[in-house]
């Protein structure tokens, strides 16, 4: 896990072939920031029920346009973002299962909400993502904010 300097917060994530960094300034209202590449192929089948919830291996099918196994994927790179978003605020260490993620596939975001409380979030508070896919790749980002609303 990074290291940032108090007056910033930020995130890191890599591919075997892509490294990537986001950072913001605590003084413009930013708590924390979590993103996530991943390659955008099938996620083993066998990892399905313990990254995606039955409600969203229900929608598997009609995200974006893709497999289900590339969209079990999305889901993993989305929760990913998410936890790296928390994680600096909560300290928490969550499992998949402790995200429901939503997805608007049209408008390129997601939620990410919380089946389980933990420090300064409790259970159904919502974190709020964007997401693509391009290039043979998923990336998500999640932000919290001083204005962040549950």
């Given at each position: 896990?990074?290291v940032w300097p108090e007056a910033l917060v930020g995130s890191i994530t890599h591919t075997?072939?892509?490294?990537?960094?986001?950072?913001?300034?605590?003084?413009?209202?930013?708590?924390?920031?979590?993103?996530?590449?991943?390659?955008?192929?099938?996620?083993?089948?066998?990892?399905?029920?313990?990254?995606?919830?039955?409600?969203?291996?229900?929608m598997l099918s009609v995200i974006c346009g893709v497999t289900p196994g590339v969209a079990?994927?999305?889901?993993?790179?989305?929760?990913?973002?998410?936890?790296?978003?928390?994680?600096?605020?909560?300290?928490?260490?969550?499992?998949?299962?402790?995200?429901?993620?939503?997805?608007?596939?049209?408008?390129?975001?997601?939620?990410?909400?919380?089946?389980?409380?933990?420090?300064?979030?409790?259970?159904?508070?919502?974190?709020?993502?964007?997401?693509?896919?391009?290039?043979?790749?998923?990336?998500?980002?999640?932000?919290?904010?001083t204005e962040r609303t549950p």
């Amino acid at each position: 896990m990074p290291v940032w300097p108090e007056a910033l917060v930020g995130s890191i994530t890599h591919t075997a072939a892509w490294t990537a960094a986001a950072v913001a300034r605590r003084d413009q209202g930013f708590l924390a920031i979590g993103i996530d590449l991943e390659p955008a192929d099938e996620l083993a089948f066998d990892l399905w029920d313990s990254v995606c919830t039955p409600a969203e291996r229900a929608m598997l099918s009609v995200i974006c346009g893709v497999t289900p196994g590339v969209a079990a994927h999305l889901i993993f790179c989305m929760k990913e973002a998410a936890f790296k978003c928390q994680y600096p605020i909560s300290g928490a260490m969550l499992e998949f299962a402790d995200f429901a993620v939503d997805v608007d596939a049209e408008a390129g975001t997601f939620t990410a909400t919380y089946q389980r409380a933990v420090p300064q979030f409790e259970i159904h508070d919502r974190l709020l993502g964007r997401f693509a896919i391009s290039d043979g790749y998923i990336a998500s980002a999640v932000v919290v904010t001083t204005e962040r609303t549950p």
